[in-house]
């Protein structure tokens, strides 16, 4: 299919925007183009921003995120002076991406999140990208799919020296097992991960790099608090690495990349561990639970084949593979008022793959009743 109305877009959780293109309020949308829990966040951060009004609006933020790095590296069990906070993750990519400019040639895996390389392209870093299969077995932990031999292929001249990894895999939500991992630690100069989703996976936290990083100074973990919370407006994420690497980061940067007001809640949702094991447990719970419901029934709907996923959203292929899943996506937003994740911007899918995000129970029968009377129509 040809002559699309909207390009593809490299985020998905626009609401303003597509609010404004289909002439309603953003509250009348459903939105499973953005992978964030349902029903965040917490009521104790409401409380939390509320008394933070005060001081914390008023006053600069401490340049060191003192209080926040430290109830950081105290949950993760490291040396604050191995923590980072960014403003969300993506302001992170982009001094991950001056870095690996520097050491050399970037593997990307595809498909892939496209903010790698928006990063990467902002430094002129050379990028390849290293082709995944799209057929796998469960939703892992599953073992890293490539050898050595595949690594070679992709890269005709020279010796790659930065891989970059999303774990859960964004967009299939593939969970590669840490053991599978580690040996490309020994492999790349740098290794840079991206965890965002992994809190949010049952016992995914077993398959972290984090408790490899004190003997991997290449390694670079990144994480974010905007999917695990619901938090996106307030732009809070954290790297996680070697002191001195995170040192020269910080060199790079605005003075004051966290406002106040997200430093204070993340210090206080981070220092309460008790608190922050309770949530994780009830997320969780909803993802083993919603998860697994929502495939069975998208795999009962014509013309649709989801693929197994460890994380809150689940990656789907038309069937035929040929036939575009385009004008659903189109007619979910315009007539439904349902946002799903266009996958054309992730290189080696197109027009027909979309991923739909885990909803509560009722979004998912929303979105359930809108597929149903797409087919009838048809």
Request: aromatic fraction near 8%; glycine fraction near 10%.
């Amino acid at each position: 299919m040809t002559g699309l109305p909207d390009p593809p877009q490299p985020h998905g959780g626009n609401l303003q925007a597509a609010a404004r293109r289909l002439g309603c309020r953003p509250d009348q949308l459903l939105d499973a183009s953005a992978s964030l829990v349902p029903f965040g966040p917490p009521p104790r951060l409401r409380r939390l921003l509320h008394r933070a009004l005060g001081t914390d609006l008023r006053d600069y933020p401490d340049r060191e995120y003192g209080g926040l790095c430290g109830a950081i590296a105290a949950w993760h069990g490291l040396d604050p002076a191995m923590v980072l906070p960014g403003n969300g993750a993506a302001e992170l990519f982009t001094w991950a991406a001056r870095d690996a400019a520097a050491c050399g040639l970037s593997l990307l895996p595809a498909p892939g999140f496209a903010d790698y390389r928006r990063a990467l392209d902002c430094w002129g870093g050379a990028w390849r990208t290293l082709p995944l299969p799209l057929d796998w077995c469960g939703p892992g932990p599953t073992d890293w799919p490539l050898a050595e031999a595949a690594i070679a292929t992709a890269v005709t001249t020279g010796r790659p020296a930065v891989l970059w990894l999303t774990n859960p895999h964004n967009p299939t939500g593939q969970l590669w097992s840490r053991a599978s991992l580690q040996p490309l630690l020994e492999r790349f100069a740098l290794v840079i991960v991206d965890e965002a989703f992994l809190p949010l996976v049952p016992a995914g936290e077993d398959q972290s790099l984090v408790p490899l990083l004190p003997a991997h100074p290449n390694l670079v973990v990144i994480r974010s608090l905007t999917k695990l919370f619901s938090i996106a407006g307030l732009r809070l994420g954290y790297a996680l690495g070697g002191a001195e690497r995170l040192a020269r980061w910080a060199t790079w940067r605005d003075p004051w990349p966290v406002n106040g007001l997200a430093a204070a809640a993340g210090q206080v949702l981070m220092a309460d561990q008790a608190g922050l094991r309770r949530w994780q447990r009830r997320v969780q719970h909803w993802v083993a639970g919603e998860g697994p419901w929502l495939m069975a029934r998208l795999a009962a709907v014509p013309g649709l084949e989801p693929l197994p996923s460890a994380a809150n959203y689940l990656l789907v292929r038309s069937t035929p593979a040929a036939v575009s899943l385009q004008p659903l996506r189109l007619a979910l937003e315009r007539q439904h008022r349902i946002l799903v994740r266009d996958c054309r911007s992730f290189e080696g899918l197109g027009e027909n793959w979309l991923r739909i995000a885990v909803q509560s129970r009722a979004g998912n029968r929303r979105l359930l009743g809108a597929l149903r009377r797409f087919n009838r129509g048809r």
